[in-house]
């Protein structure tokens, strides 16, 4: 079993950025998912991340590094440099407007670093993370030298992601206690994966979409951002089917949600709607929130739950329209492919 501590015990992030400092994996919380984290420098600890998940190895991984002391647009371009070849000025206002927070940006990385951790890119996926646990833990391992933590979300490759530290020991519960720790700070604030930007590329591409909506993107970038197209590099977050619990899951209209679950049989199908079904014995049902964060929030967690009951489906009511909307359709839709 994995080890498991309290990320508020300052001793067990020394102790984590020590395994960090020697090659090993720490499960690392986010504000978004949780990450399964490692020295993003090193080719063998990077390898060592994609063993433990399953995931195809040219499959690039998010480099996470921490906050500056005082963050200004200096700061920001010299906390990434050691990373990244050229920086524009539209990504050190992303940076401003939204570091550290739930956005990963894409950028043309530096010859030579963290090569395995991009999955051959040339390009470098960063993130400065804002949860307090995943800071307190790049601080000290960069005080052990580490630059940053190589982080996918700490799932098996094609699962759905953790929002808790109990997942994540669930999700790799046939490792020993010597190859994962695994710091708990907590369930994840905002619950989906960080909404990515490609700025490798001259324009802005949306590559994955999360909690910061294309409009703030926008905003602070004062040009449009692409809806990604084939070009795209391959990335597993965007891969048609992802997320996928072991249940079916389909998504449905609030009409026709209810007209099919008149005649369903018990214990075959979960159900997690906006809508008032009425309840039914053998059916087991979530009332899902009006907000998108609050629906975001839960998602995983909702997701699990559900799959554990052992039903054969996942009835899910379609997410409302509105880009408030797009991380959490894209979830679904990709955990219903
Ligand atoms: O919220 C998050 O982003 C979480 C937490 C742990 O930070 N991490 C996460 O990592 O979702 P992962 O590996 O599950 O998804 C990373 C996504 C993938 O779709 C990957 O392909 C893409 O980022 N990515 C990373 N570097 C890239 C690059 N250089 N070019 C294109 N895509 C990249
Ligand atoms: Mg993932």
């Not at 400092?21 to 600890?45: C, F, H, K, N, Q």
């Not at 700070?185 to 619950?191: K, M, P």
């Not at 329209?321 to 359709?329: E, H, L, M, Q, T």
Request: negative net charge; hydrophobic residues 45%.
């Amino acid at each position: 079993m994995p080890l498991l501590l309290s990320a508020s015990d300052p001793q067990a992030v020394a102790l984590a950025a020590q395994r960090l400092r020697a090659g090993g994996l720490v499960g690392m919380p986010t504000e978004t998912v949780y990450g399964l984290a490692a020295d993003a420098l090193s080719a063998s600890a990077v390898a060592g991340i994609f063993a433990a998940k399953g995931r195809p190895s040219d499959h690039p991984l998010i480099v996470h590094i921490p906050a500056p002391a005082a963050p200004s647009a200096q700061a920001w371009a010299d906390a990434v440099s050691p990373l990244v070849r050229d920086l524009p000025d539209v990504a050190l206002a992303l940076m401003q407007a939204f570091w550290p927070g739930p956005l990963t940006l894409i950028l043309p990385r530096r010859d030579g670093v963290a090569a395995e951790a991009a999955g051959g890119q040339d390009s470098v996926g960063l993130r400065c993370p804002a949860h307090p646990a995943a800071q307190a833990l790049l601080q000290a391992a960069r005080t052990e030298g580490v630059l940053g933590l190589a982080a996918p979300s700490a799932n098996r490759f094609g699962r759905v992601s953790p929002t808790t530290a109990t997942h994540v020991v669930s999700e790799f519960a046939d490792l020993g206690d010597g190859e994962l720790l695994v710091l708990d700070g907590g369930a994840c604030a905002v619950g989906i994966e960080s909404t990515i930007v490609d700025l490798s590329r001259g324009v802005p591409v949306l590559l994955r979409p999360g909690q910061i909506t294309p409009e703030q993107l926008e905003a602070v970038c004062g040009q449009p951002v692409r809806a990604r197209d084939a070009q795209a590099p391959r990335a597993s977050g965007t891969l048609e089917s992802h997320y996928a619990p072991s249940a079916q899951v389909r998504l449905m209209d609030a009409t026709d949600l209810t007209q099919a679950l008149a005649t369903v049989p018990a214990g075959k199908v979960a159900v997690y709607a906006r809508v008032a079904v009425p309840s039914q014995p053998g059916v087991q049902q979530r009332t899902m929130p009006n907000s998108a964060d609050a629906v975001a929030h839960e998602l995983f967690a909702v997701l699990r739950e559900l799959d554990a009951s052992g039903v054969a489906e996942i009835w899910v009511e379609a997410p409302p329209a509105g880009s408030a909307w797009d991380g959490v359709r894209d979830r679904l839709t990709r955990a219903a492919a």
